[in-house]
């Protein structure tokens, strides 16, 4: 039987679990994740732990928050006036905003903190720092 090796467009289920079991994500056969092994699609971590894998074989993979998201990093963080936003803007925590950046590059941002001075954002993914656990099927290897 075929197992996965670099290369391979293979396809599977899983469900995504935080270390206190809250589910983050999850694919199952109305939405599987389909990617090619090593061209970086998803964690490389995650394609190393696939290979090897058969069709119908179930893994579950650990990745340390290195391997996934990262660590949530202070200097993604960015402390901006209040005046710089209209004042008519509602500014909820938990809100993401895409800010310009020079070069008129966008970062998605969300409203951390929110006071009449400022206005803390974070650029940090919502899952940096946290490990992730995948309870995976492998359904297919093309």
Do not use: W
């Amino acid at each position: 039987m075929q197992r996965a090796q670099k290369g391979d467009r293979v396809t599977v289920h899983y469900i995504g679990t935080l270390d206190n079991g809250r589910i983050f994500d999850q694919r199952d056969d109305d939405e599987p994740l389909s990617f090619t092994i090593g061209a970086r699609e998803v964690f490389p971590a995650m394609e190393a732990d696939i290979i090897g894998m058969k069709a119908g074989e179930v893994k579950n993979i650990h990745l340390c928050a290195e391997q996934a998201y990262g660590l949530r990093l202070e200097e993604n963080l960015l402390k901006v006036s209040r005046q710089r936003f209209p004042a008519d803007r509602e500014l909820r925590i938990g809100r993401k905003l895409s800010i310009e950046l020079a070069g008129n590059d966008h970062q998605m941002m969300r409203i951390r903190q929110v006071d009449e001075q400022d206005v803390l954002l974070d650029g940090n993914h919502d899952l940096a720092g946290c490990d992730l656990t995948f309870a995976l099927q492998l359904v297919k290897i093309v």
